[in-house]
């Protein structure tokens, strides 16, 4: 792949090298659940968690903000997919048992949002906030990258990005917590694709319209002959903050 295209991706990017979530996240969040009928997944994104609840809720809710990332969703018959915010779930009042937002909670009004989680969960119904921070990679190429999150993209990051980074453990969470199990999403990948899973950062786009692509490019470059040809493993763990209402 050319130099000049590691970070010039169309709109599918986030859908193509974002990294599902292991199997254990659905089991439990079904197993706290007080039934399995309905689940809301907000801002979904791409649909990535909601067709994985699709496999054990009979019927998933995915909305997202942004048209764009609807019009990418992966399709699945028990989703069903609708442009709207985290704050205003086109539900009825008790009707659903799980409200999800995966790497999406930094960015809803919080106290309107749990005022409407409030509002449609059946009683004992669960939320869970998930996230997944800076990946954890082999010794060889953490420098490099440490001094491009921090120090090269690191300032175009919203300031919400820090509520990620900490597992969302700042936050308020007003329910009755839920323990979750420890969890990580790992990947054995080629330098193309941590480069694509980079190009569909926030920081990375904001970069570009900021015209720093000799930043971006020249990280690029110096990434491509420490990783190597082969496979490497790539690590996050996963942070949840469940609750019960």
């Known amino acids: 792949m050319s130099r000049t295209n590691w970070f010039d ?101 919080r106290p309107r949002f749990y005022d409407e989680v409030r509002h449609v969960l059946v009683p004992r119904g669960v939320v869970a906030l998930i996230t997944y921070g800076v990946p954890q990679l082999e010794d060889a190429l953490v420098p490099r990258f440490d001094v491009f999150y921090r120090d090269e993209v690191g300032p175009y990051w919203p300031p919400e990005r820090k509520l990620v980074d900490s597992g969302y453990a700042e936050i308020a969470f007003p329910f009755e917590a839920i323990t979750p199990p420890a969890l990580a999403i790992e990947r054995d990948w080629d330098v193309h694709a941590f480069l694509g899973y980079v190009s569909s950062w926030s920081a990375t786009r904001r970069a570009r319209e900021a015209n720093a692509h000799a930043m971006l490019t020249r990280f690029a470059d110096e990434l491509v002959p420490l990783w190597g040809a082969a496979t490497r493993r790539v690590v996050w763990p996963i942070r949840m903050r469940v609750g019960r209402v």
């Open 9 to 109: 991706q169309d709109g599918g990017v986030y859908a193509r090298f974002r990294p599902d979530y292991p199997e254990g996240v659905t089991t439990f969040l079904a197993d706290v659940a007080p039934d399995t009928r309905v689940a809301v997944d907000v801002g979904c994104g791409n649909g990535q968690l909601s067709v994985q609840l699709a496999s054990r809720f009979e019927s998933v809710i995915a909305s997202d903000p942004s048209v764009e990332q609807i019009a990418h969703a992966v399709r699945h018959e028990r989703v069903r997919y609708a442009v709207g915010a985290a704050e205003a779930i086109d539900v009825g009042p008790s009707s659903v048992s799980l409200v999800t937002a995966a790497q999406a909670a930094h960015w809803f009004d």
